[in-house]
């Protein structure tokens, strides 16, 4: 009877010896699958930051140029622009007033 028991006792401990293992397993895959996935939203976020730093370079790029444009057109036409100011104030000023 004592060898049954020790039978017993040995498989049960080798059953417990496969679950470590396999619960071990499974920790090392969950953080292996956990690093992956932090590398993967760095590199996302890396590229994020350079499309957004591209946008606002040419963002300011056109801002540059749509400002030297109007200041062509300023220098070339002053009359016109103080018209074209006058007349878009006075629009402002005459919706701001209806508001009230």
Do not use: W
Request: proline content about 1%; aromatic content about 2%; overall charge neutral.
């Amino acid at each position: 009877m004592a060898t049954a028991k020790s039978t017993t006792q040995s498989k049960a401990h080798e059953k417990v010896d496969q679950a470590a293992e396999a619960a071990h397993k499974g920790v090392d895959g969950a953080s292996e699958a956990a690093s992956k996935s932090e590398e993967r939203i760095e590199e996302v976020a890396h590229q994020i930051s350079e499309q957004a730093h591209k946008m606002a370079d040419t963002a300011k790029q056109q801002s540059e140029k749509v400002t030297n444009v109007v200041g062509d057109y300023a220098k070339e036409h002053p009359v016109k622009t103080v018209g074209i100011a006058f007349l878009a104030g006075a629009v402002v000023a005459g919706l701001l007033c209806k508001r009230k």
